[in-house]
């Protein structure tokens, strides 16, 4: 059973900066992983923020974030990070970690595709 566990959540003026940690278990050795963050605004659907694949750390970004956050992870740690820089006041969220096994190499931020999800973390940003 993999299991998720963020942290690092907090608040932060529009500008400013938060790294997202998450502590992974449960898949022991295994590659072939697509592990990503999420998040969901109050009234909003959650979205994909970004995602990496675990065998060759290719990553995957949603247009919102590029150039401001950073995916990576430790495999050695079984961690998972998110470095968001020059936040703004619509990053504000409720933050999640998720994995899904994936055959391949692409890893689409899907909500309906990641199986696993931890129980999140909030980030707000004030202006």
């Known amino acids: 059973q993999v299991q998720l566990v963020e942290s690092g959540g907090g608040s932060v003026q529009a500008g400013g900066s938060l790294k997202l940690s998450c502590a992974a278990s449960g898949y022991g050795t295994y590659v072939t992983y697509c592990l990503g963050w999420f998040r969901q605004a109050p009234g909003k659907e959650r979205e994909g923020v970004a995602a990496?694949?675990?065998?060759?750390?290719?990553?995957f970004y949603a247009d919102s974030v590029k150039g401001r956050f950073t995916i990576s992870q430790d495999n050695a740690k079984n961690t998972l990070y998110l470095q968001m820089n020059s936040l703004k006041p619509e990053d504000t969220a409720m933050y999640y970690c998720a994995a899904r096994w994936s055959l391949t190499k692409s890893c689409r931020l899907t909500v309906a595709d990641f199986a696993y999800w931890g129980q999140g973390t909030q980030v707000t940003v004030s202006s």
């Open positions: 990496v694949y675990r065998g060759d750390s290719s990553t």
